[in-house]
Every structure is written in structure tokens, then in C-alpha cells.
């Protein structure tokens, strides 16, 4: 899809277009909007590679994610929505995450994402290992086993947990 902003033409892609984005952890389709993918479960992220300095990441309702550019810090934000602009430190390639904050109740309403028009978005690599951790409000937290051994071994993760939730 494309559109302008300002003087400037964007291109967007649909988060349904999955040979693009790396999805992590539970996502689906919202209900009654196709174009846009929810996240579930407490971490679940979305991925993708662009090119330039800036990338456009869209959110359909009122998100809590935190965001990293080229596996940096996490930079957290209690009310993304609309189409936000998020910059690099440098023009060249780049990686992005959008992530959930972490809590069961807090989804991402992802809507897709856009460049200028000659700038490029792709498939960020899959790591060699994914791990799926299900657990209890121990393994939900943020600071957890299942979160540190998964970003240690730099393997794709996600985590299916909740406080209270009794696993037999």
C-alpha cells in the first residue's frame, strides 16, 4: 500500500503478509479487522529488517510494547498508537522488535509497518533455536528464568504464563 506523508511516499505492508514479518509467541488476526495481528500470552513479539534510518510501526488500538532498534534497550511505551515513527542511530540496515510488555492482559495491536518509498522491509532471520516456555507467574515475569536463558542463548522465545495459573 502506498501513501503519502507530507512530501514524502511511504510503503506499507500489511502485518498479514508472514514471509515478512518474524512473528514470535502467540499472534492472531484481530476480530472483525484482518489487518491487524494481536498478540497473546505474555511475550510475544514481531520482528522485521528495514532499511534507512526510520521505519513507521502502525497500532490499530492502544498498545503495550517496549521497542528495540538492533537489539538495543527497550524502550517502553504505555500507550503506542496510530502510526508512530521510529528512528535508528545511523542510515543502514536495521533490525526492529515490538513486544509486548509482558502481561497476560497487554497485547500489541499490530497493523503493520511502512518506509519511504526506495527503502526496503524484510524478513529479519530466524535464530537457530526457538523455545516455547510454559509456565506460572514465576516464569511470566520479565526478569525470569524462561526470559534470561532464552536472550543468553540468543534463541527466538516466547512465553505462555500467568499468575495463578495452576499447570498440572
Not at 512530501?7 to 508472514?18: R, S
Not at 515478512?20 to 509467541?25: D, E, H, I, S, T
Request: aromatic content about 14%; glycine content about 8%; overall charge neutral.
Amino acid at each position: 500500500v502506498e501513501y503519502k506523508n507530507g512530501n514524502e511516499a511511504y510503503i506499507k505492508q500489511l502485518p498479514c503478509n508472514i514471509s515478512l514479518y518474524k512473528y514470535c509467541g502467540h499472534w492472531q488476526a484481530d476480530e472483525g479487522n484482518s489487518n491487524t495481528y494481536v498478540s497473546h500470552w505474555n511475550t510475544a513479539y514481531v520482528e522485521v529488517d528495514f532499511t534507512g534510518k526510520h521505519v513507521y510501526i502502525e497500532f490499530s488500538k492502544p498498545s503495550k510494547i517496549k521497542v528495540s532498534i538492533d537489539g538495543g534497550s527497550f524502550t517502553k511505551y504505555d500507550n503506542a498508537n496510530g502510526n508512530m515513527k521510529f528512528e535508528a542511530a545511523f542510515d543502514g540496515k536495521h533490525t526492529i522488535r515490538i513486544q509486548n510488555i509482558g502481561t497476560f492482559q497487554d497485547h500489541v495491536y499490530f497493523a503493520g509497518a511502512s518506509v519511504p518509498k526506495g527503502q526496503t522491509l524484510s524478513r529479519t532471520a530466524d535464530k537457530e533455536h526457538y523455545i516455547q516456555f510454559i509456565g506460572d507467574s514465576i516464569s511470566a515475569d520479565g526478569r525470569s528464568h524462561a526470559h534470561n536463558s532464552a536472550n543468553l542463548l540468543g534463541w527466538d522465545y516466547s512465553v505462555v504464563a500467568k499468575g495463578a495459573m495452576s499447570l498440572q
